[in-house]
């Protein structure tokens, strides 16, 4: 059974910095595009950035310069480095992994908030 588990949000002021992270067990992240997509109250889920199986990185226009994001596939870890935070990166950040037969699997998201 595959699961995500997400950890490292928080409450932050502008312009500080989080560190997300999200376990994964019962797959193998090589194989396998994986991202990050976060959800404010009122709004659509949208997608923060993403990274291929070949380590293709791609950010929503919103974070670049601001974001990065890793993996450890050793550790079957991905990982959202998040820098000068705004107001409007407030939201629910989930986890999330699409199977070469485009399957996808959640996490159960992680709060965010960035404070003025």
């Known amino acids: 059974q595959v699961q995500l588990v997400e950890s490292g949000g928080g409450l932050v002021q502008a312009g500080g910095s989080l560190r997300l992270s999200c376990a994964a067990s019962g797959i193998m992240f090589s194989f396998n595009t994986m991202g990050w997509y976060r959800q404010a109250p009122g709004k659509h889920r949208e997608l923060v950035a993403q990274?291929?199986?070949?380590?293709?990185?791609n950010y929503a226009d919103s974070v670049k310069g601001r974001y990065t994001i890793s993996k450890d596939n050793a550790k079957n870890t991905l990982y959202l480095q998040m820098n000068s935070l705004k107001p409007e990166d407030t939201a629910v950040y989930y986890c999330h992994i699409l199977t070469p037969s485009y399957y996808n699997y959640w996490g159960q998201g992680t709060q965010v908030t960035v404070s003025s």
């Open positions: 990274i291929t199986s070949g380590g293709s990185r």
